[in-house]
């Protein structure tokens, strides 16, 4: 063969394999258009039942029987659809979607789908597992938090958050250490556990990873766990970890015992750190007692800004007595730089109660 | 029975609400935008507004400032619905002059009864 015959062979060879590969591409396009065409068309058809299922009060048997009884084909084309009103409605409609999902099964097939080897088809098994609070999968779902792929990590946490079994308390705190859940993705999870996730809370504040005892000890505060206010003191008084105590003195002021304001007020003294000492003074506004307005008034001319700022703050949540120290100190009994402060705080309530924040007098 | 406005982007919630409301009774226009939604109001006047707040465009919290700022709509019974459960965005919403919240999930019955009871509450 000459090389002119092999260049033409050659050529010839390519157009064919480029025509080819054309035909392959152009026909994957029409069919995945006519399957989308055929989806749409039997999701129109299906969709009315759906509706009707989830915003029906009464009588939704027969139209269960039918969203039961639906072929492979149409079941997928509303699939989705049926997956999300399930996450954004509560009440009967909840109720009948998830009477509709165990009658089709879908449970058992998402627990199946787990085990799949593509991440998508994992973590979608996960959020319709969590939708439907099955609580058989925590098992499983405990196991995903140490899947290779975030997304599928992020799904089986969120979906332990909404099965809310306490059994996951533990090993959703313990996949924060490395950051292999986003933190408020594990917070959301156990405050959905709520009062319940206490003792794995409680554990975790022991952890040898900071990350799990500073979560531990925000979610203990938010979830209003008064018997654990000696734990969060001895976090903010001894934990090597200054986002722990700051955490920790946050949390002691959603608790706000006569326990957590001496806590507090002893945090906001020179030993601790400029930050655990802010937060302290902030959390002092959230407890809200008046015995807290003398310590308040000693940092309003704090040279950490933060300090006396969060102090004046708090100051204005205290009712009168924090009011009049505050005035007192605008009118500059304690210095400059408190004074600043006061002004600041005393136009931010003014403002929020509806009032024209005073002119402050003018300079000698 | 009176004519209220839906404005929300997830046709399926959309469809919801307006089978659940039109179960009750009402005449509903349905939008799936912001911008659509304060179109629709100066044409049609619903007696109530129902607004989704995550919406593309422009926010069912915008919508919000745009109906209190205009004379004709200032008055008009506006409920927000959104997925954001967080105190500051209730705030948000109420103080752009919204009658009442609807968090998502929600329940269309309590939907229902809640859209009766601002537009009763407009009324009296």
């Known amino acids: 063969m000459t090389s002119v015959q092999l260049v033409s062979v050659t050529l010839a060879l390519l157009l064919l394999a480029v025509s080819v590969l054309g035909a392959v591409i152009v026909t994957g396009r029409s069919v995945r258009r006519a399957r989308q065409r055929r989806d749409a068309r039997l999701a129109a058809e299906v969709r009315p039942l759906l509706i009707r299922l989830t915003g029906g009060d009464e009588d939704v048997e027969e139209v269960l029987r039918r969203l039961a009884a639906l072929d492979r084909r149409r079941w997928n084309a509303v699939r989705a659809s049926a997956v999300g009103l399930l996450g954004k409605v509560s009440g009967q409609g909840n109720a009948a979607l998830t009477r509709l999902f165990e009658e089709r099964g879908v449970a058992r097939d998402a627990v199946a789908d787990l085990s799949r080897r593509g991440s998508v088809r994992r973590a979608r098994a996960a959020t319709v597992l969590g939708l439907l609070r099955h609580a058989e999968a925590v098992p499983d779902l405990t196991r995903l938090l140490a899947d290779r792929h975030p997304e599928v990590r992020t799904a089986a946490a969120r979906a332990l958050g909404r099965i809310a079994e306490p059994q996951a308390a533990g090993p959703l705190l313990d996949c924060l250490a490395g950051g292999r859940v986003p933190s408020d993705v594990v917070v959301q999870a156990l405050i959905a556990i709520g009062p319940a996730a206490r003792p794995a809370l409680t554990k975790a504040m022991a952890h040898t990873a900071p990350e799990v005892r500073a979560i531990a000890a925000e979610v203990l505060g938010l979830i209003g766990s008064v018997g654990s206010v000696s734990a969060l003191i001895r976090a903010l008084t001894l934990d090597p970890s200054s986002d722990v105590r700051t955490r920790a003195a946050r949390s002691l002021g959603r608790l706000g015992t006569p326990a957590c304001l001496d806590a507090l007020t002893d945090a906001v003294g020179l030993t601790y750190p400029t930050a655990v000492r802010a937060e302290a003074a902030g959390a002092l506004g959230d407890v809200g007692a008046p015995a807290a307005v003398p310590a308040l008034r000693a940092l309003l001319a704090d040279h950490h800004y933060r300090v006396a700022h969060h102090a004046a703050r708090s100051l204005t949540r205290l009712g009168g007595p924090g009011t009049e120290t505050l005035r007192e100190a605008a009118d500059g009994a304690l210095g400059v730089r408190a004074a600043a402060h006061a002004r600041e705080a005393l136009a931010v309530l003014a403002l929020a109660e509806g009032r024209h924040p005073a002119r402050p007098a003018p300079a000698p | ?124």
Do not use: N, W
């Not at chain 2, 939008?31 to 707040?53: C, E, F, M, N, W």
């Open chain 2, 1 to 124: 029975m009176a004519i209220v406005l839906v404005a929300e982007d997830d046709p399926d919630i959309r469809d919801l609400i307006v089978f659940k409301l039109r179960q009750s009774g009402h005449t509903v226009v349905p939008v799936g935008d912001g911008r659509s939604a304060l179109g629709k109001v100066r044409d049609q006047l619903p007696d109530i507004v129902l607004l989704d707040v995550m919406m593309p465009g422009m926010s069912g919290i915008d919508v919000c400032r745009e109906l209190r700022r205009d004379q004709q709509t200032a008055d008009l019974p506006i409920i927000l619905l959104t997925a954001r459960a967080q105190e500051s965005d209730v705030s948000v919403g109420l103080a752009a002059g919204a009658d009442d919240y609807i968090v998502k999930p929600f329940s269309p019955r309590v939907l229902a009864d809640r859209v009766q009871s601002v537009l009763t509450r407009a009324r009296a």
